[in-house]
C-alpha cells in the first residue's frame, strides 16, 4: 500500500514544473477553445503541481514552501511570456496559477487527513 507522504509525489512535483515551464515558453497554439479555457488550465497545472508538492513532502513548511515555489515560478513565467516571442504573459494567468496552488495545497490537505482517518497506524494499510 502507498504510504503518504510519499517520494513519487516529489518526483512528480518537479516532473509538473518541468512539463509547465516547457509549454509555457513553447509557441502558444491556435485553438479553438471556449472563453476561460486558458485559466482553467493554468489553475490545474498548477493545481497539479501544489498537489504533488503536498503529498510529497512531509513537513507543511516544505510543502508551503514547494507552493510558493509554484507561484514564483509561474508568476517568472508570465513575465518570461510577455518578453518571449509569440506568447504573451497576463496578470489573469499569473492568478489562476496562484488559485491554483492553493487549490492544490488544500486538496493535499483533505487527501492527507482521509489517509490519516482510513490507515491511522504508520499511515499505512
Partial sequence: MLRLPHRLFILAYFAAILAVTVLSLIPQPQLDAPDGTDKALHLLAYGVIAGCGGLGFARWDHRIF????????????????????????????????????????????????????????????
Fill in 66 to 125: 514547494a507552493g510558493t515555489t509554484a507561484i514564483g515560478i509561474g508568476v517568472f513565467l508570465e513575465v518570461a511570456q510577455g518578453a518571449w516571442a509569440g506568447r504573451n504573459g497576463s496578470v489573469a494567468d499569473a492568478l489562476s496559477n496562484m488559485a491554483g496552488v492553493a487549490l492544490g495545497l488544500i486538496v493535499a490537505y483533505g487527501v492527507l487527513k482521509l489517509w490519516e482517518r482510513l490507515y491511522p497506524a504508520g499511515n499505512a494499510a
